[in-house]
């Protein structure tokens, strides 16, 4: 594997997170039960939506690079507001780290795409 196809991987394992994720805000109870502990139930669909079309953008950003910027400080903004949530709520480390994993990743694929 050369680095490219790292950076391949970790883009297409990030939108396919992300798709999930964002389809899962509107199917899983568990992931409904969730949003309501963080304290946004409310902006749930709203979040879902934008973790869906920021997955699919960051597939489509494999061709058109702007798309892939634009996704990646999207994802990048709700990561940052993820971890600080679950900061203020004072979940425990193993809580925050997949969302400062995805943190990382997404600042990642935008050096890449820069």
Avoid: H
């Amino acid at each position: 594997l050369n680095l490219m196809d790292v950076y391949n991987i970790i883009t297409v394992f990030t939108a396919i997170s992300f798709i999930a994720y964002g389809i899962n805000s509107f199917i899983s109870n568990k992931m409904i039960l969730e949003f309501e502990r963080w304290g946004l139930g409310k902006k749930r669909k709203v979040i879902g939506s934008v973790q869906l079309a920021c997955g699919v953008g960051t597939l489509i950003g494999l061709k058109l690079n702007f798309i892939l910027i634009i996704s990646s400080v999207i994802l990048i903004i709700m990561m940052v507001v993820a971890v600080c949530v679950r900061i203020k709520i004072k979940d425990n480390i193993s809580e925050i780290l997949p969302a400062l994993a995805y943190l990382i990743l997404g600042i990642i694929i935008l050096q890449q795409s820069i």
